[in-house]
């Protein structure tokens, strides 16, 4: 068994900086979780009180049902991945696999079938006797996590462990390691994941659930499609998705069950909705995600239309980008690339109509961004 549970953890640094402010979690026996956010909100500190490399400043640490505040990291059932690989230059991946096996004392035949089971996994039975100079940064990474499993812990940590691999290669290590993942829990060696990255599409892609951080405090501990769709406030709203969700300066008029909305000069009744809003008169923010925001189209149900002028567009192969400037705003649309002619059409500078679907629209409190659809 080896849930991680967090219990009112903190964290401050000797200069008297407060890192992590009172986090409470549980992740579950086998479970893959990404801790995901901008530079700085603590993924690296969190994940390092976890392997027992940074102390605990207050809360409780549990692995499994041991309480783990003050147990050296070679008792805790973790191994940990790093961003730099940290292999020893010196030694041949065989040994870099080895040595921890070794340390611990364990028997030789132990230790080489550990590595062989671990290359063979890995794919990388062909390069155990290259020393790490001799290695691409995606064979590097690759032997790096096999040092990590040939330890056979229980609680896998990754501290963005692919962010020094370019692009191509950072996707398909991406789904290598959630592969390794899934085939381990089907191998009955199930083991529980903490991986942290700050990029979403990494967290969205290969997290069960995601714990969105900002400076030491969760935003949301949820799965990808409850982020997706039901952010708990605008941080979250505009940190998942790319592009972002546009976030507009809105007015909200309850009458009874009847709301209105007023943005960006046009006004339109609300699609019925749980919100869950006290006084008549407040001033919100709109989200709406650029896949419903909809460009020169005929008239739709439960949406307002806007007049203003494209300010750039980006074609990605399969989709387009279209930017639109309304006054001081910029709205951002998601067209598939397949609806070619009105795509060729739009052109820099130009007038254009687009269409805020506001049954996809998102409210959120405009002082604390709060999201005001009562779910959370
Ligand atoms: N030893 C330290 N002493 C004081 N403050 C620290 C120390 N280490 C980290 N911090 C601060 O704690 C906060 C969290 O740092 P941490 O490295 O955990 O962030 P992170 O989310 O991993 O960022 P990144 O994405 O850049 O790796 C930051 O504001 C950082 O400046
Ligand atoms: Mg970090």
């Not at 191998?187 to 290969?206: K, R, S």
């Not at 007049?307 to 387009?320: F, N, P, Q, R, T």
């Amino acid at each position: 068994m080896a849930s991680v549970t967090l219990n009112k953890i903190a964290k401050v640094y000797p200069n008297g900086f407060k890192a992590v402010h009172d986090i409470d979690f549980k992740i579950n026996d086998g479970e893959f979780v990404v801790l995901v956010g901008p530079s700085g909100c603590a993924k690296s500190t969190l994940l390092r009180m976890v392997a027992g490399l940074e102390s605990i400043t207050s809360g409780e640490l549990k692995i499994g049902d041991k309480v783990v505040n003050r147990a050296p990291p070679k008792d805790r059932g973790a191994a940990m991945v790093f961003q730099n690989y940290a292999l020893y230059p010196h030694m041949k991946v065989r040994e870099n696999l080895a040595f921890g096996l070794k340390l611990q004392g364990l028997p030789k035949e132990e230790v080489n079938s550990r590595v062989l089971d671990a290359a063979k996994l890995l794919e990388i039975e062909t390069l155990l006797d290259r020393f790490p100079r001799q290695l691409s940064g995606g064979q590097s990474q690759r032997v790096a996590v096999g040092r990590a499993i040939v330890k056979k812990p229980q609680v896998f940590l990754f501290d963005e462990p692919l962010s020094n691999l370019d692009a191509k290669l950072r996707a398909s290590m991406r789904v290598r390691i959630t592969e390794l993942h899934q085939q381990l829990k089907a191998a009955g060696l199930p083991c529980t994941v903490i991986y942290v990255t700050h990029d979403q599409i990494e967290a969205m892609t290969m997290g069960e659930r995601i714990c969105v951080l900002k400076e030491g405090r969760i935003q949301q501990f949820d799965t990808p499609s409850m982020l997706y769709n039901q952010p708990a406030n605008t941080f979250v709203a505009s940190f998942i998705g790319s592009p972002e969700m546009n976030i507009l300066d809105a007015h909200l008029s309850v009458d009874g069950n009847a709301r209105t909305v007023t943005l960006l000069g046009g006004k339109s009744r609300l699609p019925e909705s749980k919100l869950s809003v006290h006084g008549t008169e407040l001033a919100i923010k709109l989200g709406l995600r650029p896949e419903n925001v909809l460009v020169n189209a005929s008239d739709e149900k439960d949406v307002l239309w806007i007049d203003c002028e494209i300010s750039h567009i980006e074609y990605m192969g399969s989709e387009v980008f279209a930017y639109f400037r309304v006054g001081d705003s910029t709205i951002t649309s998601r067209l598939p690339a397949s609806q070619a002619t009105l795509v060729s059409s739009l052109k820099r500078g130009d007038k254009a109509r687009i269409g805020l679907q506001l049954l996809h629209s998102h409210l959120f409190d405009a002082e604390t961004g709060v999201n005001l659809n009562s779910t959370h």
